[in-house]
Nanobody
Framework: QVQLVESGGGLVQAGGSLRLSCVAS????????MGWFRQAPGKEREFVAA???????SCADSVKGRFTISRDNAKNSVYLQMNSLKPEDTAVYYC?????????????????WGQGTQVTVSS
């Protein structure tokens, strides 16, 4: 069982930055794929960025060049640095993890989820 706890959300003006953090329980964090997803009101949960089990990173086209995913295995943590934020980035952001498989951009391939952290970008 893996428990995930996100933090770092908040209210920011367009063009601003936020850094989200996700801390995971467990001693095998380094072997898990980690992903960030978001869900805006009335919309489906969508992929933002992820680290594969081998350490390769990927991100959605909508955030490429603005968001950066990173991880610190010594701290059992994964981060999402969000720059040049836009009002359309407003959503609840979730951290997710899984121990096997690929399909890193598919939400329902992840069995473990955090509670989410709200990000609101004002225009």
């Amino acid at each position: 069982q893996v428990q995930l706890v996100e933090s770092g959300g908040g209210l920011v003006q367009a063009g601003g930055s936020l850094r989200l953090s996700c801390v995971a329980s467990g001693r095998t964090f380094s072997t898990y794929a980690m992903g960030w997803f978001r869900q805006a009101p009335g919309k489906e949960r969508e992929f933002v960025a992820a680290f594969s089990r081998s350490g390769d990173s990927s991100c959605a086209d909508s955030v490429k060049g603005r968001f950066t995913i990173s991880r610190d295995n010594a701290k059992n943590s994964v981060y999402l640095q969000m720059n040049s934020l836009k009002p359309e980035d407003t959503a609840v952001y979730y951290c997710a993890s899984k121990s096997g498989g690929t399909r890193y951009s598919v939400p329902n391939s992840y069995p473990y989820w955090g509670q989410g952290t709200q990000v609101t970008v004002s225009s």
